[in-house]
């Protein structure tokens, strides 16, 4: 069993009740950001050798804002960095390294438990000291990051001012580089003053040991993504991870492991054999459907999205008009008639589309209302269009990179934003959005999230925003 190196919280204050936001295809509005860290250290107090050796003015930014900009409430003054330790937020970093990177969000609607917070919230570092509230998650492609500003009502000695409107988003490869610096740093400096053996060196060890071994990194993947710390996943659910992954492929677990990897401490990974064996709809996707074989690495993934819906309208013929259920269906090689038909048999979180032979697909979708299907299927051909031939189909409720290119080629498939705004004429009343979304048989949700994604209409924020809800 591997040692955890820093201490635990009990509980992380929570400074206002924040609403989830809905970022269908908005997450392509997060900007794009480089993370840097810089210290200025001055040696100072009383503490253990590793907290006073790296004490210092710390500045965490990401591109141009100071995420640790901040009043001293005692001196009255206002400074981009912030008098701490960087001993503890090292650890932090490196002990939440593997989940910081492979870990996603909760599925929406959902508020993660302390676990999860632990390692994705920046104040779980303590040791006493008063941290930025900024929450860091992983999409697979990119690290988003997250802040609020202090509470005005807080009465600690610093008050935090950075609260950003919309998440920042680091290129995950840089976001690991930056990381590394910055604990490789922090090393340096205790090298320095001779406090070269303490457990940050032997932490950062065991996963520069995991970085430099294949099988050990793919271990600490899935451990992530199944929301375990490193070494905390049950043997035999290791097992079956990478048996499951063998059959399905890495991409295909990476998007389902998050939603069935820790439930039931783990026994809930088979649910994905149980569900892969239900009786679905066997049909075949067209050849006009335009493929990406690897789309990582370029632009967003709604870019991509939003490009490959074109493209395919274009390759029917119909740029701007509804896409009717035989349309929609037809290209997925499934009849109208039976989709209407179908049902899920039990309610669940996912829905698949297993490879057959011939190039075949047998689709388990979750969803029971028209509109809802609709918008499903219109994922699975997003999805379809989003890598190989033979890969599985997932759709879940996750915040991945893969479910966000879905989500958004399915709004921009049924109901092209240049269309949508052709119908509204600038009307963009409760009565309007009703009328566009029976038009284009979406829902309204679904208009009022491209209306806001492609900034037809206005989201009121203030100060800042977190991705889940927390209690006052």
Request: charged share 25%.
């Amino acid at each position: 069993m591997r040692i955890r190196f820093w201490g635990r919280i009990t509980a992380i204050r929570c400074p206002r009740t924040i609403h989830w936001r809905v970022m269908s295809c908005a997450d392509g509005a997060a900007q794009v950001s480089d993370l840097r860290f810089t210290c200025e250290w001055l040696s100072t107090g009383k503490d253990i050798a590793p907290l006073r050796e790296t004490a210092g003015q710390l500045t965490i930014r990401l591109g141009d804002v100071s995420l640790t900009k901040n009043e001293d409430i005692w001196s009255k003054t206002v400074r981009d960095s912030v008098l701490v330790s960087a001993y503890p937020l090292a650890m932090w970093l490196a002990a939440s390294w593997w989940r910081l990177s492979y870990e996603p969000l909760p599925r929406h609607g959902m508020s993660p438990d302390l676990d999860w917070r632990m390692s994705h919230e920046l104040g779980a570092a303590n040791s006493g000291f008063v941290w930025p509230y900024v929450v860091m998650a992983s999409d697979g492609e990119v690290v988003q990051a997250w802040a609020l500003p202090s509470d005005e009502s807080s009465t600690q000695s610093v008050r935090y001012l950075t609260g950003l409107s919309v998440p920042r988003v680091i290129a995950l490869e840089e976001f690991q580089r930056s990381v590394s610096d910055f604990i490789g740093m922090v090393l340096s400096r205790l090298r320095s003053v001779g406090c070269a053996d303490t457990d940050l060196a032997g932490l950062w060890s065991l996963v520069v040991d995991d970085l430099a071994d294949t099988e050990s990194a793919k271990s600490r993947r899935l451990e992530a993504q199944m929301g375990y710390d490193p070494d905390e996943c049950p043997t035999a659910v290791m097992a079956e991870a990478l048996a499951l992954e063998k059959r399905l492929g890495i991409s295909a677990l990476s998007e389902l492991a998050p939603v069935f990897g820790r439930r039931a401490d783990g026994a809930a990974l088979g649910e994905i054999s149980k569900l892969a064996k239900v009786d679905g709809l066997q049909g075949k996707p067209l050849a006009i459907v335009p493929r990406l074989a690897d789309a990582s690495g370029m632009a967003p993934p709604w870019q991509r999205a939003v490009a490959t819906a074109r493209a395919l309208r274009t390759k029917l013929g119909n740029e701007s008009n509804p896409i009717d259920d035989e349309s929609l269906y037809g290209l997925l090689g499934l009849r109208p008639e039976a989709v209407a038909e179908w049902a899920p048999p039990t309610r669940h979180q996912v829905g698949l589309a297993v490879p057959l032979d011939n190039q075949d697909l047998k689709f388990v979708p979750r969803k029971k209302h028209p509109i809802a299907k609709r918008f499903e299927f219109a994922r699975f051909l997003g999805d379809y269009a989003n890598g190989e031939s033979k890969r599985w189909l997932t759709s879940t409720d996750l915040a991945t990179s893969r479910q966000k290119f879905q989500r958004a080629f399915a709004a921009e498939f049924l109901c092209p934003i240049k269309a949508l705004d052709k119908f509204l004429s600038s009307d963009f009343s409760e009565p309007a959005i009703e009328e566009a979304a029976a038009e284009f048989h979406v829902s309204e949700k679904t208009v009022e999230s491209l209306l806001a994604n492609n900034g037809y209409i206005a989201l009121r924020f203030d100060g800042g925003t977190l991705p889940y809800r927390l209690a006052d």
